[in-house]
């Protein structure tokens, strides 16, 4: 029966997860760069090839706009920041049922209506938290559901504000996002580290 929940609840979720910001940003990048979502090696390091990647900069309104009215209205959607706290695997199963299943609620909504109803009361719990030790992500989160078995494809429109390259991304690659985005305004940096501190890397702006 666990089985069967679990596959339920995640067999129709799309998921968007996104670094934020720590504010506030005062204008000093000397100071401001370690509060950059997308200044983090950790992350760069898990997510991004060890450096070869690219991170997408986008302009958190202008997104989650976008995001809201191209969804909203035919698909249920939650967002949220993502609550970082470390819960035991033995819980309290009669004051915790995110991991459990509420066998009176079963046998009274059935098979077909019980895992929305789990859903909703849940929803925290099974989206919008994870250990303490994902902290410093400061993770930001989209999640919606469909039955279709196909991607949800969103156009950011003008949300999309920069591009930043790392460390060892590739110069083919550094040319390829330039010609994508050329004429939309997208900024491009890149990122350099030196004796474990940050930087931007302006010596080579042959991509912009």
């Known amino acids: 029966m666990s089985a069967w929940l679990s596959d339920e ?5 799309r998921l968007a997860c996104f670094s934020r910001d720590t504010g506030p940003l ?3 990048h000397l100071t401001d760069i370690f509060n950059r979502g997308f ?3 950790r992350m ?12 997408l900069v986008f302009h958190r309104e202008s997104l989650e706009k976008e995001i809201t009215t191209q969804l909203a209205a035919h698909t249920p959607l939650l967002r949220g920041e993502v609550q970082y706290k470390d819960c035991g695997i033995a819980r309290d199963l009669f004051e915790e049922l995110t991991f459990s299943i509420n066998t009176d609620d079963l046998e009274k ?4 209506r019980y895992p929305a109803i789990h859903l909703r009361k849940h929803y925290q719990q099974l989206f919008f938290e994870k250990m303490s030790d994902w902290e410093a992500e400061n993770e930001y989160r989209y999640v919606a559901f469909t039955k279709s078995t196909e ?10 504000v920069g591009m930043v390259f790392g460390e060892d991304t590739s110069e083919e690659n550094k040319r390829e996002m330039s010609l994508l985005t050329s004429g ?3 900024d491009m940096r890149g ?5 474990h501190s940050p930087w931007y890397d302006f010596e080579r702006q042959g991509y912009r």
């Open 44 to 55: 760069w390091a898990q997510y991004a090839e060890k450096h070869t990647g690219v991170c």
């Open 9 to 13: 609840l995640k067999r129709d979720t």
């Open 26 to 28: 005062t204008g000093n």
């Open 39 to 41: 200044c983090k090696p």
């Open 109 to 112: 909504y059935g098979q077909d």
């Open 184 to 186: 939309t305004g997208v």
């Open 191 to 195: 990122l350099k580290w030196k004796n």
């Open 151 to 160: 991607p949800l494809d969103i156009k950011y429109g003008n949300a999309l």
